[in-house]
């Protein structure tokens, strides 16, 4: 690619310059004391920044024009990325994506503070614990599950007790398995109390639950099958707000569950 926005990432100094000032505007002097270079060597930087009304100088500052602020996002943002790739390599490569629209893959960055949860020979249930603890620490849960464990209706059904409120998006055959443990004329209450509300889908290639505090994400491999072993767990607000996203997408294509259908179950 030709364009000069593109040669920019050829030059860590540039980006530098730019992800410095996105800050605050700042003297030669300053930037010469923070990135380590020479104040003739920045000064050519900022020659060509400014050749391409990225950089401005106002007295004795160095500031971004609007456009300059618009690059500096999109290198934050592409910066960002770039880490949770080459940070969660093996993640990514072993799982399917599919679940995860093209506009979230865009911002994965948002999950550069996240935490890989594994299960290992000496804790076999670290991930199912974690994920008991994000639950049973929330007030407010999103989730979508194509699986079911018997402990989680447990733990659902403590949350709802307490005063919680509960959205879920699940597959039927979880939905039925769930039933088969929980008391059906409680969920009805929390239903028609909109304390519980239970959306249906037909296939679900993503386990997530989001919370007031908390993101959590589970894939399927490659070869179909839900990998209980890992989870992608964060506290990140950018997360959270990452996964309240996902969470919409797949509710775009759920239909919700009322007590009437319940019933006929």
Not at 232 to 240: D, E
Request: net charge negative; glycine share 4%.
């Amino acid at each position: 690619m030709s364009s000069p926005y593109f040669k920019l990432y050829r030059s860590e100094l540039k980006l530098n310059i730019i992800s410095s000032l996105l800050r605050e505007e700042k003297k030669l002097s300053t930037l010469r004391e923070e990135l380590g270079n020479s104040g003739s060597t920045i000064l050519h930087a900022l020659k060509d920044l400014e050749a391409l009304n990225l950089t401005q100088q106002a007295g004795k500052h160095y500031k971004l024009t609007s456009l300059g602020v618009m690059e500096a996002i999109l290198i934050e943002e592409a910066a960002s990325a770039v880490k949770v790739l080459e940070r969660f390599q093996d993640f990514w490569l072993q799982h399917d994506v599919t679940a995860i629209p093209s506009h979230l893959l865009q911002r994965i960055g948002a999950l550069q503070d996240s935490t890989l949860i594994q299960d290992n020979s000496i804790a076999l249930d670290r991930v199912h614990l974690t994920f008991q603890k994000i639950l049973l620490t929330s007030r407010r849960v999103w989730g979508v599950s194509p699986i079911f464990h018997s402990d989680y209706v447990g733990a659902f059904q403590r949350l709802l007790s307490e005063g919680a409120t509960v959205e879920l998006i699940l597959t039927s055959g979880v939905l039925n398995k769930t039933l088969t443990l929980a008391d059906t004329e409680q969920i009805i209450d929390y239903i028609k109390r909109d304390k519980l509300r239970i959306f249906l889908t037909d296939e679900l290639k993503i386990a997530l639950t989001v919370t007031e505090n908390s993101f959590s994400m589970g894939l399927f491999t490659k070869d179909g099958e839900y990998d209980y072993s890992r989870d992608l767990v964060s506290n990140s607000p950018k997360a959270i707000e990452w996964g309240e996203e996902l969470f919409q997408h797949h509710l775009k294509d759920a239909r919700r569950l009322d007590t009437e259908s319940l019933n006929l179950l």
